[in-house]
């Protein structure tokens, strides 16, 4: 494979104009130069060349508009949105639309990244794409964010679609923004149910979505420790930061197959409890506008030191870089499972990898969503329905699947998890790219 990319970009070179297509269009920092550390690291160990890691590495497109809204006050403010879309070699943009007050071009470019590995590790037909707004949705009401998010489909609609770019919810946005979207983009383009996932089950949405995430989170632990120690999650220990979506159905999947929730927390708060959380009334608790310290079934506990909490698997289910090279010899976990999107830097990366501790990486690990996001696209496709058991079927089957080629490659090349699955990753989408062409 690297001799083939070594021969075609060669070819490149010969044909002329291709350099200045190739050449860096801006710097790359902070989380997007995370995710492509591990990506070039990968291309070393694999023998590629300059011009094929600046191909893998460049987004395709990148949109940014300003969209300028009356709020309900009647004052005027201007938003600002992105969409970068990463690589569409084997097949439409996938990823993430994100409302929130950091959103900014260099997390999205780095989570369009993450989505084209993300689809590549699974083997969907999809490459990878990321968007957002930068706006706090908790100080905008139900009208005002409606009419922001049917403004950024006017703005974006030229390069979204059913078989061009198909985004899904992420943070702060769920079913309800997708409905909207839906309706909106239908006014332009007819009816389009594929343009997007991640729609209420009643509104041409899929049966196990909302649990997709965090249920492909539990599959993954499973998997990784009955590779590593033969046995089952049954009494192992967990710490989880995070109790959004994610948090909340990893942990209930832990629970019930045994696990022991031992320490939550959240943006406000924290709960131990060494004998194990009781997950459902904990979720009942927080439901009912409590935080997790006032939870009678453990003890109050610093949010801040969760990701030190002795345990057997830490599952940092939040935001990106937790992990860094400042903190990583605090940590007490044999294992680590990234829900969260780069929850730890390269550095910390490598130091954990000496520390003896296994990484389940989050283009694996937190790949739930997208596998059940290809699911109801392919049922919107086709005018179908499927019921929750056989989207789950097919959400287990995936996860299965995919450690099993990471596994194996991971035995294979004397690799990380992480090693093995960008990999498997850079593979499929090089050689997508190759036997495409480059005209």
Request: net charge neutral.
């Amino acid at each position: 494979m690297a001799m083939a990319m070594k021969n075609a970009c060669r070819s490149l070179t010969c044909r002329g104009g291709m350099s200045r297509a190739l050449e860096w269009c801006r710097g790359l920092a902070g989380h997007a130069e995370n995710t492509n550390t591990f990506v070039r690291n990968v291309l070393k160990r694999m023998d590629y060349p300059r011009e094929m890691e600046k191909i893998l590495l460049q987004p395709m497109r990148e949109v940014a508009i300003t969209m300028t809204l009356r709020m309900d006050s009647g004052d005027v403010r201007s938003f600002q949105a992105y969409r970068v879309q990463h690589n569409d070699s084997r097949g439409p943009f996938k990823g993430g639309l994100r409302y929130h007050q950091e959103v900014d071009i260099d997390e999205v470019r780095s989570l369009a990244s993450l989505m084209t590995w993300k689809t590549a590790v699974f083997d969907l037909p999809f490459g990878g794409a990321k968007g957002g707004i930068c706006v706090d949705p908790s100080e905008l009401t139900v009208s005002e964010l409606e009419r922001l998010t049917r403004k950024m489909v006017e703005g974006f609609r030229e390069v979204i679609g059913q078989y061009v770019d198909i985004p899904a919810p992420d943070m702060n946005t769920g079913g309800r923004e997708m409905a909207w979207i839906f309706d909106e983009y239908s006014k332009f383009e007819g009816f389009q149910p594929g343009v997007v996932t991640g729609k209420p089950v009643w509104l041409h949405g899929c049966k196990g979505r909302e649990e997709a995430t965090g249920t492909g989170v539990f599959f993954g632990i499973r998997e990784m420790i009955r590779h590593y120690e033969g046995t089952s999650i049954e009494g192992k220990t967990f710490a989880i930061q995070g109790f959004g979506n994610v948090g909340r159905w990893a942990a209930k999947c832990i629970h019930e197959h045994g696990g022991k929730v031992v320490a939550i927390a959240d943006v406000h708060s924290g709960v131990c409890n060494k004998e194990g959380l009781d997950i459902p009334a904990l979720t009942s608790h927080v439901d009912t506008g409590n935080l997790l310290s006032e939870f009678s079934g453990g003890h109050a506990y610093d949010r801040m030191q969760v990701l030190y909490h002795p345990c057997d698997v830490l599952v940092p289910a939040a935001l990106g870089n937790q992990i860094t090279e400042d903190n990583a010899h605090k940590l007490k976990c044999k294992y680590i499972a990234e829900a969260a999107n780069g929850p730890t830097s390269p550095e910390a990366d490598t130091m954990l990898h000496e520390m003896g501790v296994h990484i389940l990486p989050d283009i694996y690990c937190n790949g739930g969503g997208v596998v059940v996001s290809w699911q109801e696209w392919v049922q919107n496709l086709q005018n179908i329905s499927w019921s929750r058991d056989e989207v789950m079927k097919r959400l287990e089957d995936a996860m299965v699947s995919a450690f099993a080629n990471i596994w194996k490659i991971k035995h294979e090349k004397n690799a990380t998890l992480r090693t093995a699955a960008f990999i498997v990753a850079l593979s499929r989408v090089s050689r997508a790219q190759i036997n495409r062409g480059f005209h």
